[in-house]
């Protein structure tokens, strides 16, 4: 919690001699050192507004960087489920985003309103991430297209951009079922999900480099406060030369303080709140501004790394955390959690019950695995888990994490919905490399295909003994 010290809350919080009352006759040097101080103090405030509203601008660029993000996954989850089910009404919520909602363009606007000729590399890669995003609706058109052929989808049913999308003669000869099965290999195909990556990587520059021009600011105003800090020093030097024979309580109530605020300056802590009256309300001013930085660093990191529903570590955290786990040396375990029906639960519950569903997964796997464990949201119903140290000859104790998750899940209490989780483990000796996640996919597709609420192992599939 922040500090905020004005100053009517001076008056009775802080307690302590003036300078300018210890003698009548230094009146004259005491009232100018005190306007000194005063135009310190003055600085230093205008300083920590200064901080708060560059703060403040730089989480909301960065939150719209992340809305681009948000609106291009929407468009991708949309015409995958159409891909998959030819439900229609996915479509419609595809061309919803595009038409009226719109928030990678209006995401791009504000980030173009704010960051004009103040960080041209941030609007390049968000400019650069719209194009690719927009790159990705020509085959996500291609995609729909053939979906909706398949299924003999009447084409007076259809967008007009979908309607009017030319498929070559190939195409159009194509059985209904080699038509579905174009329509999915288009939207999961590795083309699709390398720009997809690149658009998360252009999404995530964005967001470090928010981060570290707003930290390089900080840095800047604190070094305007350290050096109105050593103003005021020398200031109060002045007074104790001109009245050291006179008044000896000067060196307690000026010079002591001095020396913390340096000591404390140097080990980066905050200044205690001693000395004279200008002095305590200088440290408690300097202090609201250091904690409030402080506050602001570990926010930014905060919403970078997190999943704002669940608090669980994110899919930027998840990409940087499988770079880490590259290591031919290390032994883990991969799992893909995916909650069952989830779908049904937003269309018959409504969306805070599904929000409340996602959260208590998230505490489930938390309770259930390992604090040494990773726990992760990698999307909107899918979670992951990263475990090290552990070998495939440890299935057993994955098996029962599994089974406690779906046993309260299968049991809820009042009204709430019952539902499950389906699973894919995948392990490796070599530490995290390119073909796990398609191993714990592959797996994680065979327990849904299989009755959902369980679990497959990879290494099993070929044996027949995978799903639960």
Request: with cysteine; hydrophobic share 40%.
């Amino acid at each position: 919690m922040s500090i905020q010290i004005t100053e009517e809350e001076n008056a009775g919080t802080l307690k302590g001699l003036k300078i300018q009352t210890l003698s009548l006759w230094m009146v004259a040097v005491t009232i100018v050192v005190s306007v000194l101080i005063g135009e310190g103090i003055v600085h230093v405030m205008r300083d920590h507004n200064k901080l708060a509203d560059i703060t403040e601008e730089y989480i909301y660029v960065q939150e719209e960087a992340e809305n681009l993000l948000i609106g291009s996954d929407f468009l991708t989850d949309r015409v995958r489920l159409y891909a998959v089910t030819k439900d229609l009404g996915y479509v419609e919520e595809y061309f919803t985003e595009v038409e009226e909602t719109k928030r990678r363009d209006k995401a791009l606007e504000t980030l173009e309103e704010h960051m004009d000729g103040k960080d041209a590399e941030i609007l390049t890669a968000s400019r650069e991430a719209l194009e690719l995003s927009n790159e990705l609706m020509e085959m996500e058109m291609h995609a729909m297209k053939l979906a909706a052929l398949s299924v003999d989808e009447a084409v007076s049913r259809l967008p007009l951009e979908i309607g009017d999308y030319p498929l070559t003669e190939e195409e159009l000869s194509c059985t209904n079922e080699e038509k579905s099965d174009a329509a999915v290999g288009l939207v999961f195909s590795e083309e699709y999900r390398d720009m997809k990556r690149q658009i998360e990587e252009k999404i995530s520059f964005v967001t470090e480099r928010v981060i570290t021009i707003c930290e390089k600011e900080q840095a800047e105003s604190e070094n305007e406060m350290k050096t109105a800090l050593i103003h005021q020093s020398i200031y109060t030097v002045l007074i104790v030369v001109l009245v050291i024979f006179s008044y000896i309580m000067i060196a307690v109530l000026i010079l002591r303080p001095i020396r913390l605020y340096v000591n404390c300056i140097k080990n980066n802590n905050f200044l205690e709140i001693t000395g004279a009256y200008e002095f305590k309300y200088l440290a408690a001013t300097y202090n609201n501004v250091y904690e409030m930085t402080m506050e602001q660093q570990n926010m930014l990191r905060q919403k970078a790394e997190r999943d704002a529903l669940t608090g669980l570590l994110n899919r930027q955290s998840f990409e940087q955390l499988k770079e880490s786990l590259r290591n031919p040396s290390k032994k883990l375990a991969f799992l893909l959690v995916d909650v069952d029906v989830f779908k049904a639960i937003n269309d018959n519950y409504g969306h805070d019950t599904g929000d409340q569903a996602l959260i208590k997964v998230a505490n489930l796997l938390e309770d259930n695995f390992r604090k040494a464990d990773y726990v992760l949201r990698i999307g909107g119903d899918e979670f992951a888990v990263i475990m090290e140290k552990i070998t495939a000859d440890k299935k057993q104790i994955i098996r029962d994490k599994i089974d406690a998750v779906n046993e309260v899940l299968q049991h809820p209490q009042g009204d709430f919905p019952k539902y499950s989780v389906s699973v894919g483990v995948a392990f490796s000796e070599q530490g995290f490399h390119d073909e796990l996640f398609h191993q714990t996919d592959t797996a994680l597709y065979h327990t849904k295909e299989n009755g959902r609420c369980g679990y497959t192992f990879y290494d099993e599939l070929g044996d027949g003994m995978a799903e639960k």
